[in-house]
């Protein structure tokens, strides 16, 4: 990717995390990237080609973060899991619990608004949902985990509940409802 | 409350769960609602206020409705909280599964855009995890919850992991994130 690309790019996480998409300017992107109009337009068709591309980086960059701990071979699949957790509890607490998660605030603001943006994000949740369902058979496997539950069901529960943590945070400025998520994780992944 | 405050809060209601609060202007509120400028400064001191009264009313709305379900004692305290959530599905699955929840997504939209939202937004969720909390104290006491998990814990995991479920379920356009909360639920509610 070219670095001009990767450079609106990152604009475009920094503010879409802190202002949501509706409220930020092209010329703001523009101006923070320094770049000029028509380079924007040469990467990106619209400003919602443009949104779904952050959605998507954002996402990749995650699902990167995320695959460090669920591949970690020295830790049991369960505490993987928990592992991950706990960790994005620390990037949380030095962000002052504020911003929360891309794809999560991308669903709220933009589902309703256009079927590009909510298959976009549908599809970036589904690619989490499917690395934490693959952990979560690898523990039914080991016989750590032996919820009679569908493994799919449980992913999808885990990978929601966080999100709803996350959005608890935002209002409450503090961690606490994401450590109620952990002790709710390890209820369900018995 | 007069009948014109109790007008523009319900357009309000309508409005911010379609749109967002950032998306609404004045205009639009004032020209749904058939009022003067005037008038709307009488009821309220700044489109702030505005806000945070449309959260305050969206928010007893629902809780009078929650409670229906959770004064019910037809029901074991369980089926009361599990009966709330289904009859919630049936509310989203009428709507399309659109807009979610008004306050989980103004927590999102509003909670790092001044203390006012975050503060106004976090004691609404506390007063919807109160309630959750008391019949679960309730299931407790009568011996058919038995976790050992305290009931704050439990309330707080139970209400954010549904707001998650909404933003989800907004994405994928069905109603299946909200059934793999259900499923949760009934874990956690052991």
């Known amino acids: 990717m070219s670095e001009i690309k990767d450079r609106i790019l990152s604009v475009g996480i920094d503010l879409l995390s802190k202002k949501g998409y509706n409220n930020v300017g092209l010329n703001e992107i523009l101006r923070l990237a320094n770049v000029p109009k028509g380079s924007f337009y040469h990467y990106f068709k619209s400003k919602e080609d443009f949104g779904i591309q952050v ?36 990037h949380y607490q030095q962000k ?27 599809n970036e949740f589904q690619l989490w949902q499917d690395q934490i369902e693959k952990c979560i058979l690898a523990g039914i496997k080991s016989g750590e985990i032996t919820s009679t539950s569908e493994s799919r069901m449980l992913a999808s529960f885990i990978l929601n509940s966080w999100e709803g943590a996350l959005l608890r945070m935002k209002c409450e400025k503090n961690v606490s409802p994401l450590k109620d998520f952990i002790e709710g994780l390890m209820m369900v992944l018995r």
């Open 55 to 90: 959605i998507n980086r954002y996402s990749s960059l995650g699902i990167c973060f995320l695959n460090q701990y669920l591949e970690n071979e020295a830790l049991s699949p369960k505490n993987r899991i928990i592992g991950f957790y706990k960790g994005m509890i620390e």
């Open 96 to 122: 002052d619990c504020t911003e929360g998660c891309l794809i999560g605030n991308a669903s709220n603001e933009l589902s309703d608004l256009t079927e590009n943006f909510s298959q976009a994000i549908a």
